[in-house]
């Protein structure tokens, strides 16, 4: 078994600087992988990779245009 560390939901939100319900959406969509632990027949808890939620917001990112500049 690997030292792996998951993220939490409220976790996540709080490193991505969104709210738990947007993280929540991600997981819903399919857009960020995670685990859901738990009993069989229960909904359990999400857990996430914090790697997998870091390549979602590399995917999100915008790059600046670059006729605009580095600065301001």
Request: charged share 35%.
């Amino acid at each position: 078994m690997t030292d792996e560390r998951f993220l939490t939901v409220k976790e996540a939100a709080e490193r991505a600087r969104v709210s738990r319900s947007l993280v929540y959406t991600w997981c819903e969509e399919r857009r960020l992988p995670h685990v859901r632990a738990g009993a069989a027949g229960k909904r359990g808890r999400i857990l996430i990779r914090p790697e997998d939620l870091d390549a979602l917001l590399k995917e999100c990112e915008v790059e600046r245009h670059p006729l605009l500049g580095a600065g301001g």
